[in-house]
């Protein structure tokens, strides 16, 4: 997994700032005179007038000279060595004092360098210029150096996902392998009755379905995430879709009751029609994979304001609180309370809310241990033309020839055994 280190460019250029700190009005007007075309300057005559200006404005030097009534310029620098918000601001000590150990006692203090009375222009110039490039340039290596630290702290998580996602996807490729292994080798010893041999077939069969399955959502999960998966929105009728990916399941409900509960008119959304049938299938396939032989799925579709709502509702265990959010997450381990058991959430529920999303919609869980879970699927109501959708959302391309987990390989046997599905159609429509 490659990781780029990007460096943000610095904000766009700008004077710099100098606060010249002088009691002596000649000295500061030399000075202004000399600097004030390169940059912007400001003066204070005494130091605790000084520091007060630096609470709300921190120039990028500071000149300062040493000999002023009251509060010297010492005093001055050692405050401000003292202050984490004004150490790092240079300090270029001005004085007239010439002896070795002024300019020793002005460094220890922190202060960068010293220019002496009577001014050398041309070396005032120099040494202003030369501690504003220091100043910058120690910003952007510390600057580049948290920029470093966030790009490493991000391949850091990078790395940890993609452990866990290949370790995820090895466990849950394990399954469906080994069964795949097993029934091909009972029907290569050849034994057994015909029926058990077509047994053997169809259970071989789901198996190598199953691993297409996952080939085909971790690809076009990963085509989501990137935004290169096209999808082609149309007015959908969202109940049709349903009662046809029900169907499509046959015998896959394993004698799981599901009710469908539809209003009197249609409710159509502006969606891709294949797209929406996948999310529901994968709802679905969940809601199988927890609800008991015993139980019940029931699926509602209601049109809302903006949009419609398909609500998928289940018996099984439910999810307990802590687990909700992270069902949405690739190969997330959950946990069912009934049992204290962990399963991974594979592919199908994060691409439902990728592929919610990817249309404008959303999608929300409801789930409390013991009673069972409830998926709601929000999707725009198609209440503009296809021309205004297509103005306000731009052409894209069908999905029909992206969607690789489109695969038809139902056997006979399994086309045969419908689910029992119960279609009520209610008076009114809902609100």
Request: proline share 6%.
């Amino acid at each position: 997994m490659k990781a780029t280190l990007e460096v943000s460019p610095r904000p766009p250029a700008r004077r710099d700032r100098i606060l010249i700190v002088d009691d002596v009005v000649g000295n500061t007007e030399v000075l202004l005179a000399t600097l004030a075309d390169t940059y912007d300057v400001s003066v204070i005559q005494d130091g605790p007038t000084a520091l007060a200006a630096l609470a709300t404005e921190e120039p990028d030097l500071i000149l300062l000279d040493i000999m002023m009534p009251g509060m010297d310029g010492y005093e001055v620098c050692a405050e401000l060595q003292a202050n984490p918000d004004t150490r790092d601001i240079p300090v270029i000590f001005l004085t007239a004092l010439t002896k070795d150990n002024d300019e020793e006692k002005g460094l220890k203090l922190g202060a960068v360098d010293y220019i002496t009375k009577p001014y050398n222009l041309a070396l005032v110039k120099a040494r202003v210029r030369n501690h504003l490039a220091l100043r910058h340039a120690r910003i952007e290596v510390v600057r580049q150096r948290d920029q470093a630290e966030v790009a490493l702290e991000k391949l850091r998580q990078l790395e940890q996902q993609r452990d866990a996602l290949v370790h995820m996807i090895v466990h849950d490729l394990r399954t469906p392998l080994t069964g795949l292994v097993c029934y091909l080798d009972l029907l290569s010893t050849e034994e057994g009755t015909p029926t058990d041999f077509q047994a053997n077939l169809r259970l071989s069969q789901r198996a190598a379905r199953t691993l297409c399955d996952m080939v085909a959502a971790l690809l076009d999960v990963s085509r989501l995430e990137t935004g290169e998966m096209p999808f082609h929105c149309e007015h959908s009728d969202v109940g049709q879709l349903a009662t046809t990916t029900i169907q499509r399941l046959g015998g896959l409900t394993r004698g799981r009751q599901i009710s469908v509960n539809l209003p009197a008119q249609p409710v159509m959304a502006y969606c891709d029609p294949s797209l929406t049938g996948r999310i529901i299938q994968n709802l679905l396939d969940n809601s199988l994979k927890f609800t008991p032989p015993d139980g019940c799925i029931r699926i509602e579709i209601v049109p809302e304001e903006q949009c419609a709502r398909l609500s998928i509702a289940d018996t099984g265990p439910g999810i307990p609180a802590e687990f909700r959010e992270q069902v949405f997450q690739k190969f997330a381990q959950v946990e069912a309370r009934k049992d204290r058991r962990r399963f991974s959430t594979g592919l199908g529920l994060p691409f439902c809310k990728l592929a919610v999303e990817a249309q404008g919609g959303s999608i929300q869980i409801e789930s409390e241990p013991g009673r069972g879970t409830i998926f709601r699927v929000r999707l725009p109501l198609a209440t503009r033309s296809a021309e205004e959708h297509r103005t306000a959302f731009g052409p894209t391309a069908s999905i029909a020839t992206a969607l690789t987990g489109e695969i038809e390989c139902w056997s006979p046997s399994e086309a045969q055994g419908l689910p029992r599905v119960s279609c009520e159609r209610s008076k009114q429509l809902s609100g």
